[in-house]
């Protein structure tokens, strides 16, 4: 049992070299194409500290060997990788490599591919920049013992500000005095609405100008 164990492993990290390399020789087929989905979508919005699910549907006909290839599909700076999941139960060997964002798929006898094959689960990190990003992974199928690409739409994850994040109370407020009212305000950076913040702490009608720097 221990040496059939040792000899699936090898395999496996065989499979896992062989399909993360570069496969020029092998153009698309028509037949062949996969759909990244964030959420069940293909754009959706996202706060920092927010986590997302991304699932990629694959179409593959005549597959022996799947290859999903996620660890470059996302911005480092942006996300951190939780978690990744065959969704796939007829594989008669598997595998996720999550430290090197590869995983591998092998089956029995050539099975035709229509669905939800793959997941992994991203969380946006508390300092990523409001921006959108593009999820792409890597998909290889290997069809007739030869190894192709498989084309890839890519989904899209807008982070976007918070408006929670406009009511954050901090202890190093400090007192101001706006025409005659009490006040607060604290420096918050590379916030779209600008520096600082004002907190009003009366119930008088103000009149009064806060301009906030560039």
């Known amino acids: 049992m221990f040496q059939t164990k040792k000899v699936l492993a090898v395999v496996l990290a065989a499979l896992l070299v062989l ?71 007829d594989g008669v060997l598997s595998d996720v490599d999550k430290a090197n964002g590869h995983a591998v798929i092998t089956f029995e006898n050539a099975v035709d591919l ?18 959108d990003y593009t999820l792409q992974p890597t998909v290889r199928a290997e069809q007739n013992l030869a190894v192709r690409d498989v084309a890839v739409s890519a989904a899209t994850v807008s982070v976007a500000f918070d408006p929670k994040d406009m009511f954050t109370v901090a202890e190093d407020f400090e007192d101001i005095n706006v025409t005659g009212t009490e006040g607060a305000y604290k420096e918050i950076p590379n916030q779209p609405f600008g520096k600082a913040l004002w907190f009003g702490r009366s119930t008088d009608a103000v009149d009064a100008t806060i301009t906030f720097d560039e």
């Open 114 to 131: 229509n669905g939800a094959a793959f997941r992994y689960v991203l969380r946006v990190k508390d300092a990523a920049t409001y921006a």
């Open 19 to 89: 399909l993360a390399m570069p496969m020029a020789a092998f153009a698309d087929t028509a037949e062949n194409a996969a759909t990244t989905y964030v959420d069940g979508k293909e754009t959706v919005s996202a706060y920092r500290g927010d986590t997302v699910t991304v699932t990629v549907n694959v179409t593959a006909a005549a597959t022996t060997t799947l290859s999903v290839s996620f660890g470059e599909s996302f911005d480092s700076n942006a996300f951190t990788f939780v978690s990744a999941e065959w969704l796939l139960t």
